[in-house]
């Protein structure tokens, strides 16, 4: 993807939707980036989620551009960016089956000790 207005900039949030950083042409990183697919995310509007998140003004585990303030350098060579998967419903999932595991975990202790303490 590249900026919309090459002497302008465009900025690089995170995966909380804070600044990080921008695209530009000198002195920042750059006026194009690479990308790995598009979501539609915050103020329901889409954006393009970065190859790599490293090397900004601040840390991050992932990182975004405006759809509406970048374009692909070649429109739809070799295909344009898919859909991001839904990551969230992956995480929660995985929340979910982490505290189920412990409220398992937490009575089969219980009825050990249970069984512990009536034996003696």
């Given at each position: 993807m590249?900026?919309?207005?090459?002497?302008?900039?465009?900025?690089?949030?995170?995966?909380?939707?804070?600044?990080?950083?921008?695209l530009g042409p000198s002195p920042y990183q750059s006026p194009s980036v690479n990308v790995v697919c598009r979501t539609k995310a915050w103020d329901d509007a889409y954006?393009?989620?970065?190859?790599n998140a490293e090397g900004w003004d601040f840390p991050a585990t992932?990182?975004?551009?405006?759809?509406?303030e970048t374009h692909e350098l070649n429109p739809g060579v070799p295909y344009p960016p898919p859909d991001?998967?839904?990551?969230?419903?992956?995480r929660k999932g995985g929340q979910i089956a982490g505290g189920g595991l412990l409220a398992i975990w937490a009575v089969a202790a219980a009825a050990a000790w249970r069984r512990r303490s009536g034996r003696s």
């Open positions: 590249t900026m919309n207005e090459p002497e302008g900039t465009v900025t690089v949030y995170n995966q909380d939707h804070v600044p990080i950083g921008h954006w393009y989620r970065l190859l992932t990182a975004y551009v405006s759809a509406d991001c998967a839904n990551v969230g419903c992956a």
